[in-house]
């Protein structure tokens, strides 16, 4: 773990420090968390090892079919992660080698910490785009900031885990979602396009910063770059659809058959491995001098294994002059800025969402969180990027056909072997190669298909789906992602705000007329019952004056504001002479009604009840004066609305 | 409206200009207003006016009587007035006769416009101590941000008037509200400390910092100004419970003791302009040079009606090092920042209390809100600082029997007499008057009765008061609100994303097991959906595989989210051969159920259906692979999690 590439002196030369103090913290940190986490398991010493590393239960029974299985689905796994990690290296505006760095850890950690065979843990489109935001400040800035937001995502997740907030994933709906992940997929294809083009100059993660740089400088696109990466991104996409074409069943031979169906699926499950390979062959036979080159190549991807060392908590960046500003561990922190919370949940919302598809119910939410954590962390000690769940490769994991989570440490191998001994290669990739594997990868990720259904059945839900694909498109995914949940929220409190009232003047059997008011709603809390109070008032004035049946049969929970309300409302009403009942109240609401306001709600279960009740009182006012002790000043009598309270405050004598 | 004191020299300088200007543009304003409001009244010419001037309907036999009663309850609310102007201003951080400015605008538009008698408008200790957060910045800048303060909440609550957002009060429930005001009266209360106690120095918005200069300083405590104030509140609370006792009962002439009651009614009423008034007269006698006086006087108020002129849009504050640092308009904004949204909205809540209180619930709140914010802005045009409805003045105004809002005029008129001819003695005010004036106002505004009802009957809610009493008093009162706002508004999302399941194992009459799952909510929307799926999942855990039913009748509405949650958890459940029905769903349900996943779920109106039903399905995955045309790839068959749709942009290959 000690080969150190040039770039990497920086850190090798406080190394040996860091070095130690990192392999001395990391086994801490796992062991405090895990015992932590599982208080309960006080069972000694074999089942407790097993319950920190649960990993262990997949060596029981490791037969060799097994072995062959996930080392089949590993090396799979292996050949898309290794161009997918080089180009979102990239798009996060660090060297090519990072993302290579961040393909090794997830895979040991999730074989030891996982349930769930088919997840694979690296580097994401994603998030590259949201590291991207903090990598543009020159000097060695970039690898400082993405490895420290490595570090905190990790923590972060771990905090969630520790707190039960994984469940924060369940506040962004389908439709942010979706708003979400195309404006996604077209900022990363948007950035991407300057690769493609052959334009000079880093990608960036803002849409309307990279439209204009790339059409200012559309005089100077190159020919070689475009024609490799349009001719790659057919390529791509047409080995895409070779696995949906049933050509082998048109062969008799069934040996044949077999033998053409699983070439067609390793060529396409292959294909991005496939498409770089050609095109660096291509590149490393044209490219005999810089010049003469018709393609922007990667460069030198420094060779060898990361270093294992503490991110740094410290760093330099170029400043406006050029002169180099140091910036301290707080301003590291400020830059990062909402980035720390919001990176970690849409990792944990990725995450989640695959280790559900594949695992289905019976997955702890928690340990997969504790995994997830821990690949960050331990990640961050390698010189990681932020890593979340692929999804992408955990299906082409799947359906490789791994066996256990330990396929994982076998695509690890490959990727350490091919950081010792490919990196020279590497430096011979196209980057209009690597431009047209993401373009085409997140093509198919702008969805227009869920925009009908929502069409016909729920309007308003486009709402929130455009808001957060616009903003994040116009000021940047973060905003655009808590605007949408923002709008999201504001829904579900207007609904509880502004329950449907069904009001209806109706009869009793004896021909009682009285107004029957049924909130659609199953709790009447603070922000409703103004709007109850003013649908009252307004179904008085439409049907006359009846007595009025407040129907609680759908309402299971009063809040004390509106229990308060009701109380108001109640005298108020009984000003005008106009009894108010409550029909099918549970206990409960009864008792808060009571509590709040010392009133005997007059409660019937059937409108019919009414009339003896109503008999009972001839003088509903009288009635009202003996059960409503708490009107106490005469000249206030009505005062008991809620707000009330807060204007009192500019009282001093009355 | 030119008479110019010496502080107004700069404001006259070009004050001609502005004059025109204002006096120009305040009608314009109301006019395009209230056209813009009204555009359904097309009716001509007369009963636009009325439209326009809904006073206008007051001088409809508008007789001698009502005139006496408006005259004396303007005079007695003007009495009122007049003390807690110039003790508000001052406690905005303000010259005292800022608070008088600030009292007679109000009444005037009020009459022309309100729709409630007894409704005063003008200065509130909760309003100044917010805008005293904006005027400590040294030189003339202290009104000229209170001014600009004033004008913006105008501005801002007409436009919530226009977009009909006065329902946003409805978001703060009554234990926020109390938390808020408790807090509001403290750090006022503590403000006063120091008037009270003789301290040379202003009073702060900030409770701890004013604590801690208090403390700091309590060597220098005068004992004049001490034994002033504390005889002051004494008398103060005396003559407030003086009404409540019934002293004029045991005289036995029915004449003296209408003349008695009156007499303890106008002394109780009017107390804070007698104890100013005696302070005063004692002050004046005693204090014939600065030095002897004992105790600190009010000082120099400035004498004259205040100049009609545009406010201030760029002033001048005192920098660090006490040079001049000019600001100009952008700068003042953002240093009123929220303010700007959270005054307007306070100033709202005050305002709709009042008048439901007052005026029931036949108000327009519209209307309201359309006068408070006219008071507002042309207030701003004669140097006011933010007004709002008094609670305090709005009931001596209610008590003295006001008749009309013409009322106010005559308040109005005082005032501004006041200001012309007694301005020179209100110099000689102690400030410890003033200060026990505001003191034994907000003390009955820490709020301790409402905390037993609410941990008997709902505990939860003592949260978000507590939240709002601490964070007003550590950080800000706005700070504070919103926070407390922010946890009802979570605790509302999370009964959202948490409805209660019941679940429960029963038998149709034939004995066939089946599983009840009834969501004691009315909706089920994108946050709980996965609470259901999991809670089902447990229910089959628990007791063994049988039917499932989803009793929808208390469910009124499903969102896409949801709908697609269901579609997957059908999917998944069949494959577990367990089948889902949905029990007495409404159409609507259905609907969305079915355009969102092109699933038919089976749907029962009993559980006795269930067993015809289950008969018919023997084979029960391939009636789902019937039914559902969705599922494409063969691969990902469970893969249609709400969230799964993020992390697959991670994709490339599969």
């Known amino acids: 773990m000690n080969i150190c590439a040039c770039e990497q002196r920086t850190v090798c030369k406080n190394g040996s420090r860091n070095s130690e103090f990192g392999v001395s913290i990391l086994p801490v940190i796992y062991i405090a968390t895990l015992v932590c986490l599982q208080r309960r398991a006080r069972t000694m010493p074999l089942k407790s090892l097993s319950v920190l590393l649960p990993g262990i239960k997949w060596l029981h029974g490791y037969t060799a079919q097994d072995a062959v299985a996930d080392l089949i689905a590993g090396i799979t796994v292996g050949l898309t992660v290794l161009p997918q990690g080089l180009a979102y290296a990239t798009l996060a505006g660090l060297e090519p080698q990072y993302g290579l760095y961040s393909s090794f850890v997830g895979g040991i950690v999730y074989a030891m910490l996982g349930s769930c065979r088919q997840v694979t843990i690296g580097p994401t489109a994603l998030l590259a785009l949201m590291t991207s935001r903090h990598t543009g400040f020159g000097l060695d800035s970039g690898p400082a900031y993405g490895i420290l937001l490595c570090l905190i995502s990790g923590v972060v997740e771990l905090g969630m885990a520790v707190l039960k907030l994984g469940a924060l994933v369940d506040l962004i709906s389908l439709p942010v979602t979706v708003g979400f992940t195309s404006a996604t997929a077209v900022i990363i294809g948007t950035s991407q396009l300057k690769g493609l083009l052959g334009l000079r100059g880093g990608s960036g993660s803002d849409f309307i910063n990279t439209m204009r740089s790339v059409f200012g400088n559309l005089s100077q696109v190159r020919r070689g770059d475009l024609t490799l990466g349009l001719v790659s991104i057919s390529v791509l996409l047409l080995l895409r659809r070779l696995k949906t074409v049933k050509v082998a069943q048109r062969v008799r031979n069934l040996r044949a058959q077999q033998l053409l169906s699983g070439s067609i699926w390793v060529v396409s499950t292959g294909r991005n491995a496939l498409v770089v390979l050609v095109s660096s062959v291509l590149a490393y036979s044209q490219c005999k001098s810089q010049d003469s080159c018709p393609f922007i190549l990667t460069g030198k991807v420094k060779s060898g294994l990361p270093s294992l060392a503490l991110p740094k908590f410290e760093t330099t960046i170029m400043g406006k002059n050029g002169t180099e500003v140091p910036q301290t561990f707080e301003q590291m922190l400020s830059e990062l800025g909402p980035s720390m919370l919001i990176l970690p949940i849409i990792a944990v919302l990725g995450n989640v969402a695959i280790s559900k598809a594949f695992g289905g119910a019976g997955l702890s939410p928690t340990r997969e969180l504790v995994a997830l954590s821990l690949s960050n962390i331990c990640g961050a000690f390698c010189s990681s990027m932020p890593v979340t769940g692929s999804f992408s490769r955990s299906a082409v994991n799947h359906a490789s056909g791994v066996r256990t989570p330990i396929g994982g440490c076998y695509t690890s191998v490959l990727v350490l072997l091919a950081l010792s001994l490919l990196a020279p290669y590497f430096q011979y990739i196209p980057?209009?190669?690597?431009?047209?594997?993401?373009?085409?990868?997140?093509?198919?990720?702008?969805?227009?298909?869920?925009?009908?259904?929502?069409?016909?059945?729920?309007?308003?839900?486009?709402?929130?789906?455009?808001?957060?694909?616009?903003?994040?498109?116009?000021?940047?995914?973060?905003?655009?992602?808590?605007?949408?949940?923002?709008?999201?929220?504001?829904?579900?409190?207007?609904?509880?705000?502004?329950?449907v009232l069904s009001v209806s003047k109706l009869q009793t059997i004896n021909g009682m007329s009285y107004i029957l008011i049924r909130p659609k709603h199953s709790s009447l809390y603070f922000p409703a019952i103004e709007w109850v109070r003013s649908g009252i008032s307004k179904a008085l004035s439409t049907h006359g004056t009846a007595p009025v049946v407040l129907d609680c049969a759908h309402v299971h929970d009063f809040d004390f504001t509106a229990a308060r309300g009701m109380g108001s409302l109640y005298k108020e009403l009984a000003k005008a002479n106009v009894p108010l009942f409550l029909m099918s109240a549970h206990k409960d609401i009864s008792v808060i009604l009571k509590e709040s306001t010392n009133i005997d709600f007059p409660t019937i279960d059937c409108p019919n009840d009414l009339e003896s009740l109503v008999e009972q009182m001839p003088d509903f006012e009288l009635h009202l004066q003996v059960t409503a002790p708490l009107v106490e000043s005469k000249m206030l009598q009505t005062v008991e609305a809620n707000a009330t309270e807060l204007s009192k405050l500019t009282t001093s004598s009355a």
Chains 1, 2 share one sequence.
């Not at 594997?437 to 308003?460: G, Q």
């Not at 694909?469 to 000021?475: E, K, Y």
Request: positive net charge; aromatic residues 8%.
């Open 431 to 499: 980057k209009a190669a690597l431009s047209a594997v993401i373009i085409s990868a997140v093509i198919f990720m702008i969805e227009f298909e869920v925009i009908r259904p929502l069409w016909r059945c729920s309007r308003r839900e486009l709402l929130p789906g455009a808001i957060t694909f616009v903003m994040s498109l116009a000021i940047g995914v973060e905003i655009g992602l808590l605007l949408g949940v923002g709008a999201d929220v504001a829904f579900l409190v207007y609904r509880a705000a502004r329950p």
